[in-house]
């Protein structure tokens, strides 16, 4: 079973960049489809973006879409999210998630092993 740790969260000002990590360990990281989602005090879990087990079949939400960039390492095991000019709307606590079964998902159902999650603040 894998497990999945973020790192790189932080207090930022709007317009800065960050660069989130997700270290997974036991488990075949290749097998997995891997998605970042966040979470905002008050709302739903929603999804950010996710990659395909290759690095193929990206893809991202409306709001982050040119600003965002999903990618992974398989010889690391690791999934990188950097994220360039931020705002404050982007402030919640980030998750990637790995997905057995799909090709990179939005659906977070669908995602069967979770990190613990990074906070990323965005003051204005």
């Known amino acids: 079973q894998v497990q999945l740790v973020e790192s790189g969260g932080g207090l930022v000002q709007a317009g800065d960049s960050l660069r989130l990590s997700c270290a997974a360990s036991g488990g075949t990281f290749s097998n997995y489809a891997m998605g970042w989602f966040r979470q905002a005090p008050g709302k739903e879990r929603e999804f950010v973006a996710t990659i395909g087990r290759t690095g193929g079949r990206i893809d991202y939400a409306d709001s982050v879409k040119g600003r965002f960039t999903i990618s992974r390492d398989n010889a690391k095991n690791t999934v990188y999210l950097q994220m360039n000019s931020l705002k404050p709307e982007d402030t919640a606590v980030y998750y990637c998630?790995?997905?057995?079964w799909g090709s990179g998902r939005r659906d977070r159902t669908q995602y069967n092993h979770w990190g613990q999650g990074t906070q990323v603040t965005v003051a204005s």
């Open positions: 998630a790995a997905d057995r």
